[in-house]
T-cell receptor, first 109, second 113 residues
């Protein structure tokens, strides 16, 4: 069973700080990686996807991929209390997504 | 436009009861996925349709679970003889194509007593 690992947290950061969320995966052949945000009691919402090594930026969010180390991260700049949620890392395996358990982020004022 | 919709949003079932969960994908999306999310866990894949064809059902936990999408649009996930361990949120996702972005519905929260 191919695996996606995340620290469950909670990760607590002050408002305005950078939040760094990390994810490792077991299948060296994986090509497509996704970050979803899930508010309590709600469904996952796609934040970013990344396919190539390096950084991909979208507003306050930056996804980083290192295929050699089998490592994906999500940076959230200028964190806001509204960013408080669980962040799910997912890897595509053929057509389906394999999710990690998620990291709970808490941004305090 | 309308997103993925699911019904019912909440379902309480007695152990041994059969349940049916419905998913309406985004219009035009040919791929439809079902996931199960237990409390404190990430979603786990159950099954996947491309139009009306069920291409992968490797994640269905037992033969009590059955899914269909007869006309390539609405899908139903049926659980027969529910057990307490079936209690979870059942998420449906759809995408334009097999490897396009998956968009999730609000989920059906199933509680088996």
């Amino acid at each position: 069973q191919k695996e996606v690992e995340q620290n469950s947290g909670p990760l607590s950061v002050p408002e305005g700080a950078i939040a760094s969320l990390n994810c490792t995966y077991s299948d060296r052949g994986s090509q497509s990686f996704f970050w979803y945000r899930q508010y309590s009691g709600k469904s996952p919402e796609l934040i970013m996807f990344i396919y190539s090594n390096g950084d991909k930026e979208d507003g306050r969010f930056t996804a980083q991929l290192n295929k050699a180390s089998q490592y994906v991260s999500l940076l959230i700049r200028d964190s806001q209390p509204s960013d408080s949620a669980t962040y799910l890392c997912a890897v595509r395996e053929t057509d389906k997504l394999i999710f990690g358990t998620g990291t709970r982020l808490q941004v305090f004022p | 436009g309308a997103g993925v919709s699911q019904s019912p949003r909440y379902k309480v079932a007695k152990r041994g009861q059969d349940v049916a969960l419905r998913c309406d994908p985004i219009s035009g999306h040919v791929s439809l996925f079902w996931y199960q999310q237990a409390l404190g866990q990430g979603p786990e894949f159950l099954t996947y349709f491309q139009n009306e064809a069920q291409l992968d059902k490797s994640g269905l936990p037992s033969d009590r679970f059955f899914a269909e999408r007869p006309e390539g649009s609405v899908s139903t996930l049926k659980i027969q003889r529910t057990q307490q361990e079936d209690s979870a949120v059942y998420l449906c996702a759809s995408s334009l194509g097999r490897r396009e972005t998956q968009y999730f519905g609000p989920g059906t929260r199933l509680l088996v007593l």
